[in-house]
């Protein structure tokens, strides 16, 4: 066990180092580490809403939007079920008005077979044994099909379910970042975001829906009528993202911004900020398709019920990539393209409540926690020293040790420390090391047993190292549950814990081991004094 080999000592050493340069950039202040050199360790950790302030919002769903989407989503699923069906059935007449889809068969003698092929479309909601919507016929020859109770609750839990994905994404697309989002209640979903105090900036990117849709203009509407809102039937008057009016487009959606696979902020020929999109293939054959059979026709880009533009067609779009301008600055084009990567919100969320929290409110706290931790750390170490002499002094070492490397893979991760952090950083401090205490009891034990030196410490550290690793395990198993179920403060918790029963086993077994293995090596002692 204290037969150490160059390599080894050199890979211990160097996984040591490593862990303590990157934690001396979460030492200094952030101004003075990006003035360092561009091959200096930069990466530091982040602080949480509690300790570094930040932006807390309350965000609820807009319920009549939320039925609107589903309405319209129905209506596109019946027109593309009774046009590719055989034989395939006319329908006309559409209309969404009172919160219900109603359309004209014009072939009375379809009606029961229009209905037959619409019942597939609609669910059970749960165990109720009712389903999401209403089937009938009115007037014998229309259809009419009226969302449930039942059915509307169950889209819009669904809804939420994926709209805190979203945000989620939206706010930490690499997910290292400490936010929390989470559902609270039937429709509404609470935010914390630390590190940031501007909650307009925030608002701008969750609360935009990012529902992208291409429609066909409806050149046959009259300009007077859509003025005044009036469209013709299976159209739908849409404001101007820019205000300068409104035009009638096409109910029907050509290409949604479902089947985007990427989006990025890029500049055209003029050098104007644009958005650059790709569909996947779904998207680029539909797309292609459609503005092959629509040349020289206009078709209206549209974010959130607004149109950005409306330009002609002049060719074939083919190879599923295309650009959305619309008088974009830099920093808007690149929200938006932000926006619709992390895809659409199902549903549009308003912004209930909003709260800023100040970044001297964690200034106590900070202070608060570092000085526990100097004292906890000065405490352990005096206690160790008294305790165990030389042996105290290795334990000692590797307290240390194990403190800058916490800090080093926190950085590494980008992680968050939180209030909850700091208390399982103290926690990690002080319970450090307990592997040496077992380590060198055990060295202890074997000395009265009346062994020799070498043969004490190769058993106390060979016994010992069982009952650590098991020990440790059950503690490890407990702090990735916590951190995979846990949210916030729990979670902030256990990243700190779980990192620092790592690193304390590392740092209290192998590298008190090399540095007992380097003494032992060079001393030769006859006795030991512990």
């Known amino acids: 066990m204290l037969e150490f080999s160059k390599l080894k000592i050199w890979g211990i050493s160097l996984i040591i180092l490593i862990g303590i340069l990157l934690a001396i950039p979460s030492l200094f202040p952030k101004d003075q580490v990006a003035t360092w050199p561009s091959w200096a360790p930069k990466a530091r950790i982040s602080l949480g809403l509690d300790i570094a302030g930040g932006s807390q919002l309350l965000l609820e769903a807009d319920t009549v939007d939320a039925a609107k989407q589903r309405l319209q989503a129905m209506e ?20 969404t008005s009172g919160g219900r889809l109603a359309f004209l068969v014009r072939n009375p003698a379809q009606v029961d077979s229009a209905v037959e092929r619409l019942r597939p479309l609609t669910q059970g909601v749960g165990l109720t044994g009712s389903r999401d919507w209403d089937v009938n016929v009115a007037d014998s020859t229309r259809v009419v099909m009226t969302p449930t109770a039942d059915g509307n609750a169950k889209a819009l839990k669904d809804s939420l379910t994926v709209a805190r994905d979203v945000v989620r994404r939206r706010i930490d697309p690499g997910g290292t970042k400490e936010i929390t989002v989470i559902n609270q209640g039937a429709n509404r979903i609470f935010v914390q975001v630390p590190g940031v105090e501007d909650p307009e900036a925030l608002k701008l990117l969750i609360g935009q829906t990012a529902r992208l ?27 101007m993202a820019d205000g300068t009016g409104a035009i009638a487009v096409q109910r029907r959606v050509m290409v949604s911004g479902d089947q985007l696979v990427g989006a990025k902020q890029a500049f055209d020929q003029d050098g104007r900020a644009v958005v650059s999109i790709t569909f996947n293939a779904a998207g680029a054959r539909r797309f292609g398709r459609v503005t092959q059979e629509n040349v020289g026709k206009p078709f209206a880009i549209i974010l959130d ?26 920093e808007t084009a690149n929200a938006l393209a932000v926006s619709l990567a992390s895809g659409k919100l199902p549903v549009k969320l308003n ?98 047993r009346g062994r020799k030196t070498l043969d004490a410490l190769e058993t106390g550290y060979r016994e010992a190292s069982t009952a650590i690793f098991d020990a440790n395990i059950t503690n490890t198993i407990a702090a990735a549950l916590m951190m995979y179920f846990g949210s916030g403060p729990i979670r902030g918790f256990a990243v700190v814990l779980l990192i620092g029963i790592i690193t304390s086993v590392f740092t209290a077994v192998n590298f008190t081991r090399m540095l007992v293995a380097i003494w032992v090596k060079s001393k030769r002692p006859r006795a030991i004094n512990i």
């Open 76 to 95: 596109d699923q019946v027109t593309t079920e009774l046009r590719r069906g055989d034989p395939k059935i006319e329908i006309g007449d559409v209309s």
């Open 213 to 239: 849709e291409f429609k066909l203009v409806d050149l046959a509407a009259d300009p007077n009528q859509v003025a005044q809102g009036i469209a013709p039937a299976g159209s739908q008057v849409l404001p």
């Open 305 to 330: 019920d607004k149109v950005l533009s409306a330009p002609n067609i002049n060719e074939p779009i083919l190879g599923g990539q295309a650009q959305i301008s619309g008088n974009f600055t830099v």
């Open 351 to 448: 912004v209930i409540e909003e709260r800023t929290v100040s970044a001297e409110l964690g200034r106590d706290s900070i202070r608060a926690g570092t000085i526990g931790s100097i004292f906890a750390t000065l405490a352990v170490i005096g206690l160790m020293i008294v305790t165990y002499g030389r042996f105290g002094v290795y334990a000692s070492a590797a307290l240390l040790v194990n403190a800058l490397m916490i800090l080093g893979i926190m950085a590494i991760f980008n992680a968050t420390l939180t209030l909850p952090g700091i208390a399982g950083f103290v926690l990690t401090i002080g319970a450090a090391v307990d592997a040496n205490v077992l380590i060198n009891e055990r060295i202890r034990e074997e000395l009265r």
